[in-house]
């Protein structure tokens, strides 16, 4: 059996990506070097899911921004998202697609971290867990 361990990130500036994701979306660091690409390897709330935040000076950086958000997304289970989402629009994120309620029940918000990567906040209407 196989589990995801993380999924990675190529990023301009990953410590101060890395920061924000820990202040506002709750992440640890699990671990970080002094690489060139200074990688982060960051865990969720819930010890469940890693991501990792570098810059590869071998690559250039995606253009996220410019990207679909339903190209590439990171999501989140969340409780209140309203509540959630202006904390969230308060430190620096932006509305990428607003809020909407699908046939599941699932509320689901579209929004972008302030380098333009993808953040979706879901309230699944039955679990999936």
């Known amino acids: 059996m196989m589990k995801i361990e993380h999924v990675g990130y190529q990023v301009a500036d990953p410590v101060a990506t890395c920061k924000w994701y820990c202040e506002h979306l709750g992440f640890t660091v699990k671990r970080s070097g002094d690489d060139p690409a200074r990688t982060h390897f960051l865990a969720d709330s819930a010890g469940q899911m890693m991501i990792e935040i570098y810059c590869n000076p071998q690559i250039s950086v995606p253009e996220y921004a410019s990207m679909n958000p339903l190209t590439f997304h990171l999501a989140f289970s969340c409780v209140d998202i309203e509540r959630r989402s202006e904390a969230l629009l308060a430190a620096g994120a932006t509305v990428a697609e607003p809020l909407k309620v699908t046939e599941a ?4 918000l579209m929004l972008r971290d302030p380098w333009g990567m993808a ?3 879901c309230k699944r209407g039955k679990s999936m867990t």
Request: charged share 30%; aromatic share 0%.
């Open 105 to 108: 029940g699932d509320k689901l």
């Open 119 to 121: 953040i979706q906040l």
